[in-house]
């Protein structure tokens, strides 16, 4: 079957542009987490919906940076006035069951490897 | 400090060599614990579950120590194959997964 699917797999802005990363999740999963992840780093979370709430968007670095999931499926994170720093690899996950659940597995996106010249 | 600490490596070995990752974390309310694996440009991939009795699938296995909050991966007879990044990862009960910085295995031939 499908799987995470993540549009466009690179993405290159000028500094202070604005950009849309889009991600669909495996159909069916409840919830989907975007993480970020700069060159030779482990991926950092960023923000988590479940079906089209935002639970969480803690790890979200400034309010430059915004997420939606409108009807539950296909989210998309956008970032306004793009910085030097916000280059990096954004990555999509997405999950059968609710936030909360012991060991549920979540499926990787290949990401979007955005830099910001 | 970071919340899953990792030697970053890169880690060198022979083919057919065994090799050990450790990785530590600082939040006792943890709940769940991985190893991914993430090839060069991909997106990781989860390799095993962790539990406190140990698991084991093929030439993998996986330790969990809860008292030290400490975590390990060995692997044996490596396999070219098996160059990648190696994640530890912990999950609380929000469900969010927690990296570590990973540790790079390069098997040679």
């Known amino acids: 079957g499908a799987g995470v699917s993540q549009s466009p797999r690179y993405k290159v802005a000028k500094r202070g542009q604005d950009v849309a990363l889009r991600c669909d999740p495996i159909s069916g999963h409840v919830s989907l987490f975007w993480y970020q992840q700069a060159l030779g780093q482990g991926p950092e979370f960023l923000t988590y919906f479940q079906n089209e709430a935002q639970l969480d968007k803690s790890g979200l670095p400034s309010d430059r940076f915004f997420a939606e999931r409108p009807e539950g499926s296909v989210s998309t994170l956008k970032i306004q006035r793009t910085q030097q720093e916000d280059s990096a690899v954004y990555l999509c996950?997405?999950?059968?069951?609710?936030?909360?659940?012991?060991?549920?597995?979540?499926?990787f996106g290949p990401g979007t490897r955005l830099l910001v010249l | 400090r970071k919340e899953v600490e990792q030697d970053p490596g890169p880690f060198n070995v022979p083919e057919g060599a065994t090799v050990a990752f450790n990785c530590t974390y600082s939040n006792s309310a943890s709940q769940s614990f991985f190893w991914y694996r993430q090839d060069c440009r991909k997106e990781p991939k989860l390799l095993m579950s962790v539990y406190s009795s140990g698991n084991e699938d093929g030439r993998f296995t996986a330790q969990l120590n809860r008292a030290s909050q400490y975590i390990s991966l060995l692997i044996r007879d490596s396999k070219l194959s098996d160059s990648a990044t190696y994640l530890c990862?912990?999950?609380?009960?929000?469900?969010?997964?927690?990296f570590g910085q990973g540790t790079t295995l390069q098997v040679k031939p």
């Open positions: 990862v912990v999950t609380l009960h929000t469900g969010k997964l927690i």
């Open positions: 996950a997405s999950s059968f069951r609710t936030s909360g659940a012991v060991q549920e597995t979540q499926y």
